[in-house]
């Protein structure tokens, strides 16, 4: 009950707090918009190539397309299109082949795995079209028989890599800030030593703070979400459940961090020094924006060591990538890994008094 | 009448500084006990030391026969306490506040224990009203009624009205003797001599990390053993010399830019003030004859002022 009620307070003084409710929740959408408009292509029109062996479903598939807005369908040379696919001027490629009579129509479906914005779409209308004119023209369960081809390539939307990194910049910022700044504060203002009077055990007292940022992480993470599905085009590929858990696991590391930070930092004013000397760095190493492959050896190699790079990483090939959770474990371990440590020493560094209380109290006795 | 408080031979360092020095008292339950002392004097090092906040370098506090070192944890259902500097989340309000610290407790607080804390502090009409909204009256009557969720039976109050008007300061006066109405023992600490006088049953007064003197407060004025105080001033600044005519010692006299005489026979001493200040050439100000107070037991037990 102790620990409910400590959570709900925690939570409430997060949530009512402007400028914490700024930085948890409006400086990532912020984020989020400003490298969308800077770096993000609209969906603009679809544009679909068309492989076709001129059977009567192929045309009343192509016939399909003239109703479709936003829709372009280019016929041509399966190797042509094939080229142009892969320059990414077509975003979907269907090949239509030659069956022998009384059979299913094969279907080829090609794209780019990657390119998630628009082939998402084309792969859906596509589908929609193929299911229509199946049902409504023929009455035929089972005309089609579609078979996908993946060509995978390197690129990747820019806004479907961003979004992973932004979550996991957020969780980094508000845990460490939204951790860090609150406990210093409090130490500051003696509420602490009040709560030291109650039986109270610290590692409750912590640990509510500690799941109270849980839950900011799991806001600013659907938040993010949502606005980039929304706004950005950008396909969730993986599940959710196993997003959740690294965003947990990513939470509970970096509140661990805020709170050995909270343990070195003498006095509010430091809280951000220190946060910031730490985060700054750590957000443009650990892959947030962009991949650091251009960097020279050493710095790649300490990219790999951060506990941002691994939330970030997981995330990322979860959420865009659609891997599974035990492919991600590695990183998940490592991140117990930093969590232990962090929580260890801030175990270690935590005062429930500052030094400038203890300061005052020798002066007015 | 029992012993619930007893402190012997409390000692704290800073360094080569002794802040308390070897304070030995003891306080009966429901007794409301006060620190009184300059700043700096070791009442809320002493405090500290009782709360289990701050660990004494050699002595005792026990509170109900248990010993607050080394497991301070061991006392704190027993005790409440409102720390001298009063702080609150600024972004919860009067009624999460105590669900708060009652949780801290492990309590849940009924419907009714909260209305009739809050009606104890008159903080009924605020108990939807954010923390930083209050007054500094309503914030400290707060945090006195957050020292009380525990119920606890000692309850240390470290300058509960400093700071504040003198009506607020009598709200929380009665505040504190509805709580020792309920059978509570109440140790606090003021600088305000009028706030020792009004309500503590016994004072203990603090120097230099010493108890000086520990008695009710009316026995310690009437210790000083003369009937009437005499202050003035004069026209020019008057030496030692001129001031031992009148049979007291001179570091007594100084106070504030007047001085200060006690006398059993004010008539008499007027008379021989006005006339040896005649002989001078020093015109006499500002001449007042009063009964002494708990100030200037004080000012005769320390040579100074209270609040300096």
């Known amino acids: 009950m102790t620990f409910w009620t400590l959570l709900v307070a925690n939570t409430r003084l997060q949530l009512r707090n402007r400028s914490s409710l700024f930085w948890h ?10 490298f969308g408009l800077i770096f993000g292509q ?7 190539g068309m492989v076709t062996d001129n059977s009567l479903p192929a045309q009343h598939f192509q016939a399909a397309f003239d109703e479709i807005e936003g829709v372009e369908l280019t016929g041509g040379e399966e190797v042509a299109l094939m080229e142009a696919l892969k320059d990414g001027q077509i975003h979907l490629l269907v090949a239509f082949r030659a069956a022998e009579a009384g059979q299913p129509v094969d279907v080829e479906l090609f794209y780019d795995q990657n390119e998630m914005l628009a082939t998402g779409t084309a792969k859906s209308v596509v589908r929609g079209v193929l299911d229509g004119v199946t049902k409504a023209v023929f009455a035929v369960p089972e005309l089609f028989r579609v078979k996908e081809t993946v060509i995978s390539t390197e690129v990747l939307t820019f806004m479907s890599f961003l979004l992973p990194g932004i979550i996991g910049m957020s969780i980094m910022f508000s845990a460490l800030f939204g951790t860090a700044y609150p406990l210093v504060t409090e130490r500051e203002k003696g509420i602490l030593r009040r709560v030291r009077l109650t039986p109270v055990k610290a590692a409750v007292f912590l640990g509510a703070k500690a799941i109270g940022m849980t839950v900011i992480a799991f806001m600013q993470a659907a938040i993010i979400i949502v606005t980039g599905i929304s706004l ?4 969730i590929l993986g599940s959710l459940p196993a997003a959740a858990l690294i965003a947990l696991l990513g939470a509970l590391m970096m509140v661990s961090l805020g709170l050995l930070i909270a343990g070195v930092a003498k006095r509010v004013e430091s809280v951000d ?14 892959g947030t924006f962009f991949e650091i492959d251009a960097a020279p050896d050493w710095l790649q190699s300490v990219a790999r060591i951060l506990p941002l790079t691994h939330l970030n990483g997981a995330l990322r090939d979860v959420l865009i990538r659609g891997q599974e959770l035990s492919a991600v474990l590695p990183a998940l371990l490592i991140m117990v890994a930093w969590a232990l440590v962090f929580i260890m020493v801030a175990a270690y ?17 | 009448m029992s012993v619930i408080v007893d402190v ?7 360094g080569s500084l002794l802040a308390v020095d070897k304070v030995n008292f003891a306080i009966e339950q429901g007794e409301i006990f006060g620190f009184l002392g300059p700043n700096g004097a070791g009442k809320t090092t002493c405090l500290e030391m009782m709360e289990g906040l701050r660990k004494p370098d050699g002595g005792k506090v ?11 944890g061991k006392v704190k259902k027993l005790i409440g306490v409102q720390l001298q500097s009063t702080s609150f989340y600024e972004e919860l309000t009067v009624k999460e506040i105590m669900i708060l610290f009652a949780s801290l407790y492990g309590r849940r607080l009924s419907g009714k224990q909260l209305d009739s804390l809050l009606g104890m502090a008159g903080l009924e009409e605020k108990r939807n009203a954010y923390t930083n909204s209050l007054s500094g009256g309503q914030k400290q009557r707060l945090a006195i009624i957050t020292a009380l969720v525990n119920e606890p039976e000692i309850i240390f109050l470290d300058e509960p009205t400093t700071g504040l008007d003198p009506q607020a300061r009598r709200r929380s006066w009665e505040i504190i003797r509805e709580l020792q109405s309920k059978g509570k023992t109440i ?3 003021t600088h305000y001599m009028e706030e020792a006088e009004n309500l503590c049953e016994r004072v203990a007064i603090i120097d230099q990390g010493k108890i000086v003197a520990i008695d009710q407060p009316q026995k310690l004025i009437d210790q000083l053993d003369k009937k009437s105080k005499i202050s003035f001033t004069g026209s020019r600044p008057l030496d030692n010399l001129f001031l031992a005519q009148f049979g007291a010692e001179a570091g007594r006299f100084n106070s504030d830019d007047g001085y200060v005489v006690f006398s059993g026979d004010p008539a008499q001493t007027i008379g021989a003030l006005l006339e040896s200040a005649k002989q001078e050439g020093i015109v006499i100000k500002n001449l007042h004859v009063s009964s002494p107070s708990l100030d200037d037991v004080f000012l005769g037990l320390t040579g100074k002022e209270l609040r300096d």
């Open chain 1, 349 to 365: 560094l935590f005062k429930w008094e500052s030094p400038k209380i203890q300061g005052n109290n020798r002066k007015t006795g």
């Open chain 2, 8 to 14: 012997q031979d409390l000692t704290k360092r800073y």
């Open chain 1, 273 to 286: 020094s220190i946060a910031n000397a730490i985060a700054m760095p750590m957000m443009f190493l650990a």
């Open chain 1, 232 to 235: 950005f085009d950008v396909q």
């Open chain 2, 62 to 72: 026990l509170l109900k026969g248990v010993s607050v070192w080394p497991d301070p």
């Open chain 1, 25 to 34: 929740f409006a400086f990532p959408l912020i984020f989020m918009v400003l």
């Open chain 2, 187 to 189: 140790i606090l600490t």
């Open chain 1, 42 to 48: 609209g969906a603009g029109v679809l544009k679909i």
